[in-house]
């Protein structure tokens, strides 16, 4: 009886070990892809260019911002609302769609222009068109 007890606990204490050792395992796996996925290419001491550093750099990009009713996501009319705005501006070549988004009662638009004066009268002529009851900024 004294055996079986003694073999029971040693079975115990390997089965213990190799959890501790694959914990380990997994652990290990964990903060060596954090470390690749935090590390980028970039020499000490300079910027890395994201597309949202790149889109605050470029002095020729405008952000149409659409407020919509209520706070949630757009609805699919909104969306088409959108498209509709999307696609005058670029039949009208405006200017390059560059990014779109919507969420909490707001949609943005962001747009690669030539000219921001030319390109925001423009936009606004489609605002008043596509959505003339909808409060937009452009900045």
């Known amino acids: 009886m004294i055996w079986t007890i003694a073999r029971q606990e040693s079975t115990l204490i390997n089965h213990i070990r ?14 060596l892809l954090t470390i690749i996925g935090c590390s980028d290419d970039v020499p000490h001491g300079k910027t890395a260019k994201t597309a949202e ?4 750099l470029y002095e020729n ?5 659409i407020r919509w009713p209520g706070d949630d996501f757009a609805s699919r009319q909104d969306i088409e609302t959108r498209n509709k705005i999307e ?11 560059t990014r779109v988004g919507t969420g909490m009662g707001w949609m943005d638009i962001a747009v690669e222009v030539k000219d921001k004066q030319v390109a925001r ?12 009851t909808r409060k937009f900024t452009i900045e």
């Open 18 to 31: 190799a959890m501790n050792i694959k914990f380990a395992l997994i652990l290990s796996v964990m903060a």
């Open 53 to 56: 550093r790149g889109m605050m």
């Open 61 to 65: 990009k405008l952000r149409v911002v």
């Open 87 to 97: 696609s005058l501006i670029l039949e009208r070549k405006v200017g390059k769609i």
């Open 121 to 132: 009268s423009s936009i606004s002529e489609i605002m008043r068109m596509v959505a003339p």
